[in-house]
């Protein structure tokens, strides 16, 4: 039903999960038998959680990022009540909810969604707790802003406390942030960092400390971390423009509208609302600045693009203009339909039943909107959200599932488990251990040993019983007169980073690359 674990970070991840399970400190990481710092714990202790309640596979990986989803959609909603209607709160949880951002993460789940959805939580409970005073809501957002932290680091206490500091600055209620129960907030966030601390303090010392708390985020700005590309100062914008749809354009006229309003000091007639706004422009701004960028940095400010698009759908619908703007969003979700499914068709030759069959549900979908004569929201929202839906199918289905057939680690851990090897010793023979050996680590459930020749050569090493190598390894071993059968070979390509030349079945050999398992013999 689902598919595999994508290499590289998703996999590492389930990987790093079920190796905490075999360990006896679960404040302690590791990677493969080596300690792992890059990332916070939430995501690795939850997710082992659910492997030893219910058993390690594909899907029991992504059910965590399925209920942090829930959690952010249900906390962008109950945070936009506070301020708008609930047909404008409604309207935002489902264009959060058909984003193709929260489609991807958790297609390739990483640590994004264990930050935003306690961060969106955090947002929500904190607000409440100025406008009603109530010491629940203060607490509940300082654990969640604890959890942000835990889920990827400092951002998850940054970015709500620079947003909701904004919001109070341009309100004129600043002196709020003088308030001494805050100081409670704080401690509660101090004591429950406290475990994750002392663990990078034991496993890492002084060092550990200094990495989460600066080097891995601030570091990335200031200089302090060797991490950095090539990306430009556009680059996060550039993929917000992708990641937000089939919503961009909406989004993009709502943050310009808003922006001018802002500036004119005339942000509408409703009670004032300032998060949404510099929720998404202060994120983008700050990662902006990193030396490092990556698309996913970029998801955090998905709720309050919902936010906004929300708001301004609302202002169309009795708009003279409403037909034009329902003209155009419809032309983009025509569009992301003929990209998606051609794309599909032209990679890997998908059937024609898989094209026709959702443009047909498409299309009864939009006619029973259309027939919803007194509600332009409906006639508005449907066809936009069937088609976001059916467009991820088409990539799930026709695109990442034949995609992830040349992920060749996973592909021999099938092949080791289907034919009866799961006994046998595997290793990795001339293969960078940079190029990852997780999707063996997590369904075989065990660690992978890298070797060379030279291991080998070494008569008191134990013999290897399986290989998996690349085309040097085979030739070194023929060279060496090793003795071994070849029990498959497998197409391999880096899925997380293709290349035009894959996505053209002519020239996809160019670029992919044969991996063997061996029996030595």
Known sequence: MFNTVMEIDAMQYASISKELLRG????????????????????????????????SSDFVYRVP????????????????????SENVSQIAALILSSSQAL??????????IYMIAPMMLAVWQLTAYFHYQKLKNLLIGWIAISLAMM???PLGLVIPLSVLTMDLL?????????????????LICFFCLLPMSYGLYTQFGSYGLEFFYWTQSFGRITGDSSWTNSTGPFYLFNVFLYVFLPWTLI????????????????YGTRKVEYVSFFGFILPILMLSASNYKLPHYVYCVIPFASILSAVKIEDWLNNKHYKIFNLIQNSLITLMLLLIFGLTYYAFGIEINMIIIPILILVVFTKIGIKKKGNKVIRFLIPSVVASILCNYGLNVGFMRPLLQFQSQSQAAFFIKENDYEDFELYFYEEDSKAKSRSCNFYLDRNIKYIDYVFLENKSNPRPELIFTNDKGLKELLDHKIGFEILSEFEHVRVSKLKAQFINPV???????????????
């Open 24 to 55: 006896d400190n679960i404040l302690h990481l590791f990677d493969n038998g080596k300690p792992y710092l890059d990332k916070p714990p939430l995501i690795f202790w939850i997710t082992a959680l659910f492997f030893k309640l219910f058993g």
């Open 251 to 266: 989004s993009l006229m709502a943050i310009i509208e808003l922006s001018r309003d802002i500036i004119k000091k005339n």
């Open 65 to 84: 990022s399925i209920l942090f989803t829930l959690l952010l959609v249900y906390s962008t909603y109950r945070f936009s009540r506070l301020y708008y």
């Open 170 to 186: 341009f309100n004129r209620k600043i002196r709020v942030l003088w308030d001494k129960r805050l100081l409670v907030g704080l």
């Open 507 to 521: 020239t996809r050999p160019q670029v992919t690359r044969k991996k063997y398992l061996l029996k030595c013999i």
């Open 151 to 153: 889920g990827k680091g």
């Open 103 to 112: 489609f991807i993460m958790n297609a390739d789940v990483r640590t994004d």
